[in-house]
């Protein structure tokens, strides 16, 4: 399965466009995540454990995306786009959110 972020794929042919495909994923932040990233606020620099976080989330939209586009028949998906946001679920917390969207096609 080929994923792209571009319209089209050099030297292929869509044959048909099956759909728009979404995928997401949500996390759970956690009280030792939290406190570390907020000690790296306060100091300054990267907060890894939270880069690793939405490293795993987006490498999971994409295999999820994957396997919903499989299902449809398609041997690609085009046009991907990969959004990150947060759900808030009450004033001491909030999930973290990954989207992937793309385009279903089955090459020729």
């Known amino acids: 399965m080929i994923l792209t972020t571009t319209d089209t794929i050099q030297g292929a042919v869509v044959e048909s466009y099956l759909?728009?495909?979404t995928a997401e994923v949500v996390y759970g932040t956690n009280v030792l995540r939290d406190f570390f990233a907020a000690m790296r606020d306060f100091w300054g620099g990267r907060t890894g454990s939270y880069e690793r976080v939405f490293e795993r989330g987006q490498q999971d939209a994409l295999a999820e995306l994957e396997q919903?586009?499989?299902r449809l028949g398609a041997n690609a998906v085009i046009g991907i786009k990969v959004d990150t946001g947060t759900i808030s679920i009450d004033q001491?917390?909030?999930?973290?959110l990954i989207t992937a969207t793309g385009t279903a096609v089955r090459l020729r």
């Open 92 to 96: 001491s917390g909030a999930l973290l």
């Open 68 to 70: 919903r586009a499989n």
């Open 19 to 21: 759909g728009v495909v």
